[in-house]
């Protein structure tokens, strides 16, 4: 399905967020770092892991409010909290302010707003397009929000630690322009029916009752559970890219060198390792819609479990590995490992979910990255006690008992059919 057939909501949308997208990844990579040197590194460490928690709230109740009050007016609110608290943050960095608790209130309330938004972003694609060509569409999405990771923090390398402000206040400029282009061009794709059995109770506890019946509703949905455990699982492997890898990397490569003819190159751990994000983030904006189409030809079983085998050789393989090209030839595996499941399993929500209950199943699917955002860490004071080549272990076994649990989850799945 080319771009230019999609439903004009879903091309508004790809450029407009890939203008914020972009926005944000100038500043986001050095986050950690901006609040560490104002804050102190135990402070700014707790704040930012207590702004994960309230997201993971944030991110279920903006499912709940998507099914309820729109697509579209979720998006739009959104879209100008986000505006609101980069703004907040833009002001609080100001060198003739400098107020670093004011800005990350700031980002705190950005980042929560910007929960609330993607499962109504999410759940207009399964709105609109037809089953056959979703995976395909929530690939593109995947590759273009990709291509900001890759220019982004280039960008901010040279702009944001010198800058702060005025790329904040530019995030925040954008944001708003957002919300103003939804506001005017976007269709909304929740039927009116749907919202209105959503709103047949109208008070806030009885809308809090109804909210916590339809998670309980998706908390017994045994295939959907099975789903977030085995993705809980295999998050463990690959979010080790941004906790484990610079990690290791530092610690065990002093200098590699690189041999080509007669061009030669010397790696430092740290080196080596932004050769790497690069090489991943590159490498998934060429071939994530090619490697879609390409797992579109097989079932779901096999392309699941398989991107749980593959994750668990490649966090295998690098453990074993110390040479460039070898490190280089790993992480190819280990992000050919990422764009195998990225459309289906979008795809594969998107057919669980009950028409009017979407954008909650979207924000609970996204549960498998918070929670294993939120345990992954654990692998970095794991090593310290163990050492590595007992954690790259662990973590391989842990990938491939995902890949049995998505087997077990299919064999449910196929019986409800």
Request: net charge neutral; aromatic share 14%; with cysteine.
């Amino acid at each position: 399905m080319r771009i230019r057939d999609w439903d004009l909501n879903l091309r508004i949308r790809l450029v407009g967020e890939s203008a914020t997208n972009i926005s944000f990844w100038i500043f986001f990579p050095y986050l950690t770092i901006y609040f560490s040197e104002a804050l102190g590194k135990g402070t700014a460490g707790l704040l930012l892991v207590c702004s994960q928690i309230i997201s993971v709230f944030a991110n279920l109740l903006g499912g709940y409010c998507a099914d309820r009050f729109g697509r579209k007016r979720m998006m739009i609110v959104s879209a100008i909290g986000q505006g609101i608290g980069y703004g907040a943050f833009a002001l609080a960095a100001a060198p003739w302010i400098d107020l670093p608790l004011l800005g990350f209130a700031g980002f705190s309330f950005a980042s929560i707003s910007s929960s609330m938004y993607w499962p109504a972003s999410q759940a207009m694609v399964a709105d609109v397009v037809e089953e056959k060509h979703q995976n395909q569409v929530f690939a593109t999405f995947y590759a273009v929000q990709n291509f900001s990771v890759v220019v982004g923090p280039l960008i901010g390398s040279i702009l944001f630690m010198e800058h702060p402000s005025a790329v904040l206040l530019t995030t925040s400029l954008l944001c708003f322009s957002l919300s103003a282009v939804l506001a005017i061009r976007l269709t909304e794709t929740l039927s009116p029916e749907q919202q209105e059995t959503k709103r047949k109770d109208n008070s806030v506890l009885k809308a809090i009752k109804s909210q916590i019946k339809d998670y309980r509703v998706i908390v017994t949905d045994r295939v959907f559970m099975l789903f977030i455990i085995a993705g809980v699982l295999v998050a463990q492997t690959f979010m080790q890219l941004d906790l484990l890898f610079p990690v290791y990397l530092n610690e065990t490569i002093d200098t590699v060198s690189m041999h080509i003819g007669g061009w030669q190159e010397a790696f430092t751990g740290e080196k080596l390792f932004g050769v790497l994000v690069s090489e991943n983030g590159l490498l998934v904006v060429l071939f994530t819609v090619l490697v879609t189409k390409w797992m579109d030809k097989y079932k779901d079983r096999y392309v699941f479990m398989g991107t749980a085998i593959v994750y668990a050789a490649s966090i295998f393989l690098f453990g074993q590995v110390n040479s460039v090209v070898g490190l280089v030839l790993v992480m190819a595996l280990f992000t050919f490992a990422e764009l195998m499941a990225t459309g289906p399993q979008q795809a594969f929500v998107a057919r669980l979910a009950p028409d009017d209950m979407r954008g909650q199943y979207f924000a609970a699917s996204s549960l498998k990255f918070t929670l294993g955002r939120t345990i992954a860490p654990l692998s970095v004071p794991l090593s310290a006690a163990i050492g590595y080549p007992w954690t790259f272990g662990i973590l391989t076994a842990l990938s491939l008992f995902a890949a049995a649990i998505y087997y077990w989850m299919f064999e449910q799945y196929e019986k409800s059919l």
